[in-house]
């Protein structure tokens, strides 16, 4: 399985860095080089590319808008964005890019890329959608969130604990970590109410799987203890409550 | 009699304690505010400085990881270059410095954006003598910057950049021109008004702090032209 690539970045130097490295990795041929985002468009529709390594701060267009006019044609290529700072992270996954790479180049998180792109060219057809944080779609199977610097693919049934609102932000307690995202609550409430979530609280949203113990509390409400977050406390409150003792036969 | 001679006593000493009072009050002020404007012409150049500007820092080290492969001793040139930069923008709050080692921060700068635009971009000083002159830090450099930045860089042929300085009578005169995008003239009024939504900083800043090291008839002068350039001037008087 060879990937067929092309570098768009508007400095040589960055380009040819990231051929060196992606030439060693193997899997990959570097079909092309673009200074600039209309060439590669150009290049994009008529050979067949599977996927473009897009820097964001260009001439003429940026990577951003390109990645929004690749999605609008046939059979797109996968997009991997690349950039010095990561202030545009949120945009480049609503764009639909698969992945988002930090400058300087190294070779380990290049061969994550790579193997993450094979597997996925592999096994299923990738629409553009499947890593998307902000589809309206169908909720993905698994969801990327940045922790740190790094990209972590996320099996919100298997590993999100629970959700939690806090200063407009949503912070995800998951078994790799506590990661943030501005996305509300009612957002994912959205997008995982039947995949065995439940909000429960105004500030809250919990993976049923996780709950350990459901203890009665005051007004009539209950208190959900959920293994390694004992500290938080969890309540039920009384607009969820309905659909809590509905769901649970209380 | 004596009742009275104390009442006018007392009448002349109040006029006396509230004109004191009004003087003292005065030159506290006058202090008060000249503290004021150094302290807010340093806070301003800790904020220029506190910009580490975390684009060009890594772009930069991206640019350096490039030559370490292909010519190791370009990139150790330009490891120290970096060096400069950076200890140029975070040091030397002393009022001034001399022109040419704002030069030189100038030139470490230059020299790391040209090895990553290679001959997209060309730099160019033409320079009087200047061995005397001395200037605030960090007064030249954003213009530098911004040439690079906001009007070179987005130009996908690139351009050239003249960064001049010329002595007249009774004053130097910094010159930084630009063949780049040029600035629409919707943004050329508000450009040197500060705004702290503003991403970039840099023309505002320095515009600002010539005011106020020099007084209210010099500041950054901008001429502009879309497609066709940019020329950002000031003067330093001879002190």
């Given at each position: 399985m060879t990937l067929k690539t092309l570098i768009v970045d508007d400095e040589f130097p960055a380009r040819q860095e990231l051929r060196c490295i992606l030439e060693d990795i193997g899997n990959v041929e570097v079909i092309g080089e673009c200074n600039n985002g209309l060439d590669a468009l150009n290049i994009i529709r008529k050979d067949k590319i599977d996927v473009v390594f897009l820097d964001i701060e260009m001439p003429l267009i940026s990577g951003l808008s390109l990645a929004k006019q690749l999605s609008e044609?046939?059979?797109?290529?996968?997009?991997?964005?690349?950039?010095?700072?990561?202030?545009?992270?949120?945009?480049?996954?609503?764009?639909?890019?698969?992945?988002?790479?930090?400058?300087?180049?190294?070779?380990?998180?290049?061969?994550?890329?790579?193997?993450?792109?094979?597997?996925?060219?592999?096994?299923?057809?990738?629409?553009?959608?499947?890593?998307?944080v902000n589809s309206n779609k169908s909720a993905p199977a698994k969801i990327a969130l940045w922790s740190n610097d790094r990209l972590l693919l996320i099996d919100p049934e298997k590993e999100i604990i629970f959700l939690k609102a806090e200063n407009r932000k949503t912070k995800v307690f998951t078994q790799k970590g506590t990661m943030e995202i501005a996305l509300p609550l009612k957002e994912w409430e959205k997008r995982f109410k039947n995949r065995g979530f439940m909000r429960v609280h105004k500030s809250y949203i919990v993976?049923?799987?996780?709950?350990?113990?459901?203890?009665?509390?005051?007004?009539?409400?209950?208190?959900?203890?959920?293994?390694?977050?004992?500290?938080?406390?969890?309540?039920?409150?009384?607009h969820y409550l309905p659909g809590f003792k509905k769901a649970f036969q209380l | 009699m004596g009742k009275r001679e104390q009442n006018l006593n007392s009448?002349?000493?109040?006029?006396?304690?509230?004109?004191?009072?009004?003087?003292?009050?005065?030159?506290?002020?006058?202090?008060?505010?000249?503290?004021?404007?150094?302290?807010?012409?340093?806070?301003?150049?800790?904020?220029?400085?506190?910009?580490?500007?975390?684009h060009f820092l890594f772009n930069a080290l991206n640019t350096i990881s490039y030559y370490c492969r292909q010519d190791p001793k370009m990139a150790?040139?330009?490891?120290?270059?970096?060096?400069?930069?950076?200890?140029?923008?975070?040091?030397?709050?002393?009022?001034?410095?001399?022109?040419?080692?704002?030069?030189?921060?100038?030139?470490?700068?230059?020299?790391?954006?040209?090895?990553?635009?290679?001959?997209?971009?060309?730099?160019?000083?033409?320079?009087?003598?200047?061995?005397?002159?001395?200037?605030?830090?960090?007064?030249?450099?954003?213009?530098?910057?911004?040439?690079?930045?906001?009007?070179?860089?987005?130009?996908?042929?690139?351009?050239?950049?003249?960064?001049?300085?010329?002595?007249?009578?009774?004053?130097?005169?910094?010159?930084?021109?630009?063949?780049?995008?040029?600035?629409p003239e919707k943004w050329l009024k508000t450009l040197l008004i500060p705004d702290p939504n503003r991403?970039?900083?840099?023309?505002?800043?320095?515009?600002?702090?010539?005011?106020?090291?020099?007084?209210?008839?010099?500041?950054l002068s901008i001429v502009s032209k879309e497609n066709f350039g940019t020329t950002v001037s000031f003067k330093i008087p001879v002190s």
């Open positions: 044609i046939d059979n797109p290529p996968k997009i991997v964005f690349t950039t010095g700072f990561s202030e545009f992270a949120l945009d480049a996954f609503e764009l639909g890019g698969i992945d988002y790479i930090l400058k300087p180049y190294t070779q380990e998180r290049l061969e994550i890329t790579i193997s993450r792109l094979i597997k996925k060219s592999g096994v299923v057809k990738t629409t553009r959608d499947t890593f998307s993976n049923i799987a996780f709950i350990k113990e459901v203890v009665p509390w005051f007004n009539d409400t209950y208190l959900l203890k959920i293994n390694e977050y004992l500290d938080e406390e969890i309540v039920v409150s009384r | 009448d002349y000493e109040i006029e006396l304690a509230t004109g004191l009072g009004n003087l003292i009050s005065a030159q506290i002020e006058s202090g008060r505010i000249k503290e004021q404007t150094k302290l807010l012409a340093n806070a301003e150049l800790k904020a220029l400085q506190s910009q580490i500007n975390p150790k040139k330009l490891i120290i270059y970096l060096a400069n930069y950076y200890r140029h923008n975070l040091s030397n709050l002393k009022s001034l410095i001399p022109l040419s080692q704002e030069l030189q921060h100038i030139d470490a700068y230059v020299n790391i954006e040209v090895a990553r635009f290679g001959n997209r971009l060309k730099v160019t000083y033409i320079l009087d003598d200047v061995r005397d002159v001395k200037v605030p830090p960090l007064i030249m450099q954003p213009l530098v910057e911004n040439a690079v930045k906001h009007g070179i860089q987005p130009k996908l042929e690139g351009g050239n950049v003249i960064i001049k300085v010329k002595k007249h009578d009774d004053y130097y005169e910094v010159v930084i021109t630009d063949d780049g995008v040029g600035i991403k970039s900083i840099g023309l505002s800043n320095v515009h600002k702090r010539l005011l106020t090291i020099y007084g209210p008839d010099s500041g």
